[in-house]
Structure formats: structure tokens, C-alpha cells
């Protein structure tokens, strides 16, 4: 079992810029793919940004050129910047991990984390 603790988030104005981190209770490395997902109240979780484990990173169309995946596995951790944040960027962000082993699959989650973009 992989626990994951978020951090960052909180209230920003549009135009802004947050970051959130991700830490894991055990090494990265190990893990096949980190990410970000957020959910809206009435709306399915959706994917923010995602990274492989080497190295690819893909965005929603929505998110890309303002916000970047990155990892850090010293920290054992990876974190969300977010840049040019906008009213519809509000949302529960929630940070995933996948950890595959021969062909069970495991998906791992954070708490979340509430991101309000507001004037």
C-alpha cells in the first residue's frame, strides 16, 4: 500500500499561480506513473497531468502551457505548477499514483486538495 500525502493548494486570483506536491511513502521509482487528477461536484474526476515513470508526461488539453508535471525522486515526491490559473481551474485536485506488478494493476490516491481560483 502506497500512501500519498498532497500538499499546496488554497485560494488564488485568476491569473495566478499555485503548486501542489505529492509525497509518497515509498520510492517513485517503483512506481509506474504519478499524477494529478480534479473533480468538480456533479462531474467524474478528471485527469490533470500525468508522468511515467520514464519520464513522459501528458496534460489535458485544458491545462496545457499553463501548468507543468514534474518529479522529484530524491524527495520521492512530484508536484503540479500551475500558471495562469483560471475561474474553471477550481476544483478538488487529487494526486494518483499506479504501480503495476506482472499484470495486477494498482492505483493508489491522495486525500485532495481543494484549488479555489476566484476574484
Known amino acids: 500500500q502506497v500512501q500519498l500525502v498532497e500538499s499546496g493548494g488554497g485560494l488564488v486570483q485568476p491569473g495566478g499561480s499555485l503548486s501542489l506536491s505529492c509525497a509518497a511513502s515509498e520510492r517513485i521509482l517503483r512506481l509506474n506513473a504519478m499524477g494529478w487528477y480534479r473533480q468538480v461536484p456533479g462531474k467524474e474526476r478528471e485527469l490533470v497531468a500525468t508522468i511515467t515513470s520514464n519520464g513522459n508526461t501528458k496534460y489535458a488539453d485544458s491545462v496545457k502551457g499553463r501548468f507543468t508535471i514534474s518529479r522529484d525522486a530524491t524527495e520521492n515526491k512530484w508536484s503540479l505548477q500551475m500558471n495562469s490559473l483560471k475561474l474553471e481551474d477550481t476544483a478538488v485536485y487529487y494526486c494518483?499514483?499506479?504501480?503495476?506488478?506482472?499484470?495486477?494493476?494498482?492505483?493508489?490516491w491522495g486525500q485532495g486538495t481543494q484549488v479555489t481560483v476566484s476574484s
Open positions: 494518483y499514483a499506479k504501480r503495476v506488478v506482472v499484470i495486477t494493476v494498482y492505483d493508489y
